[in-house]
């Protein structure tokens, strides 16, 4: 007797995570929730298609309706919420309430601490919720806990990330894939990180850099954008000297988006343009969106994770490295795999029974070496080494 799984929202990131829960996770059963009834159905006829067999399940119904969760999740035993993070409070107390298991996308750091006070109440009910799953926070930080592994005492980490297009092209050098207000809510507000021991904020577009990745990717740059660690600096507070993240893209993204952002055009409060009342950012997603969306997209995402600290008594560093691109034989993108895949780990181990019960931090929740293993085996090439002959700058990863 397998698992019955639930998957909200059918799009890109949910039907990956759908694949991967019914291919690997010893599903009886998905279910495919989603408002727009044809991409609940579009949803899981791929899922079937791809692994010829009838498991996957439409269902149309809004999450905003708790009423309705409460009967479409009845004795599912885990659900991903691939909605947007504004429905996981409520989402959560559904879980709770009907005695299934959570995993979400995370995206608001704010959200998933409310969540995590849920932690007595899921584990009376004896079930898990785990927010943050996604690629960062999520992956990202899965990495750096392997990294942190691999030395026998860790003092810095340090993580790279982003999704790119395989063939930037001019102006933008950038494809969506993922929803806009994702995108732009990374380059707004500030980012938390450990330095020098203690939780400090940082803002968006600090700490510009250069880094070298192997052909056809070549030089990126990386700077600072938020939300990228959600909770982890405070669990590593006072246990690492440096826990840093930045978001990797083409040369000159940086320097667009601080510019768009300097201008006013990520700002949420309204404004009167000749008595008519606007947001500014609802305009920019209206203006941006369709010159960084196209309908077939070959992508590759990227993580880089860095460890300084000590191992046999020497100075050490451990790199782990993950680059993944766009799947021909399933028409995946690399940022659906690196997405929906491992929420989908993390909601099949909660099914499992092999997370603690109660609503527990992403970076408490699995071990980096079992997230690296699960990631393995489905095919996710990971790259390590330790190195114990440490030069000047512990930051120099070309």
Not at 42 to 48: P, R
Not at 151 to 157: F, N, S
Not at 193 to 200: A, D, L, M, N
Not at 218 to 241: Q, Y
Request: charge should be negative.
């Amino acid at each position: 007797m397998g698992f019955r799984y639930a998957v909200l929202g059918a799009g890109r990131t949910g039907t990956a995570a759908a694949y991967d829960m019914a291919k690997f996770g010893d599903a009886d059963e998905v279910l495919l929730v989603d408002s727009v009834q044809a991409a609940a159905e579009a949803s899981a006829e791929l899922v079937n298609k791809l692994l010829n067999q009838d498991i996957a399940k439409p269902i149309h119904a809004d999450v905003s309706d708790t009423d309705k969760m409460n009967s479409v999740l009845e004795g599912v035993t885990a659900f991903l919420s691939a909605v947007p993070y504004s429905y996981n409070i409520s989402l959560t107390e559904v879980a709770v309430r009907i005695g299934a298991s959570m995993t979400d996308l995370g995206g608001n750091t704010g959200i998933v601490r409310k969540q995590l006070e849920f932690y007595n109440a899921a584990k009376e009910a004896g079930v898990t919720i785990v927010p943050d799953c996604g690629m960062g926070p999520g992956m990202n930080v899965s990495l750096a806990l392997y990294a942190m592994a691999l030395v026998d005492k860790p003092r810095e980490v340090y993580i790279w990330d982003g999704g790119l297009p395989q063939e930037p092209k001019p102006p933008w050098n950038y494809l969506l894939t993922f929803n806009i207000g994702g995108l732009t809510n990374e380059y707004y507000d500030n980012a938390y990180f450990i330095r020098e021991g203690k939780v400090t904020e940082v803002p968006c577009f600090e700490g510009y850099e250069l880094l070298d990745f192997p052909p056809p990717l070549h030089r990126l740059e990386a700077f600072v954008t938020s939300g990228g660690l959600s909770t982890a600096p405070w669990t590593f507070e006072g246990k690492l000297e440096s826990f840093e993240n930045k978001t990797l893209r083409y040369p000159g993204h940086c320097a667009q988006f601080k510019a768009f952002a300097q201008l006013g055009l990520l700002e949420q409060d309204p404004m009167k343009v000749d008595n008519i009342e606007v947001v500014p950012r609802e305009v920019f997603h209206k203006l941006l969106e369709p010159k960084i969306t196209s309908p077939e997209i070959k992508d590759v995402c990227i993580i880089r994770t860095k460890c300084v600290g000590e191992k046999s008594g020497q100075q050490a560093a451990s790199v782990v490295e993950l680059i993944d691109y766009y799947d021909e034989s399933t028409g995946f993108t690399a940022m659906q795999r690196l997405t929906g895949w491992p929420a989908s780990i993390v909601t099949i181990l909660a099914a499992q029974g092999k997370i603690e019960r109660g609503a527990v931090p992403y970076e408490l929740a699995v071990p980096g070496e079992v997230m690296v293993e699960e990631a393995r085996r489905r095919g996710f090439v990971i790259k390590e080494q330790v190195n114990t002959d440490i030069i000047n700058n512990v930051k120099n990863n070309s």
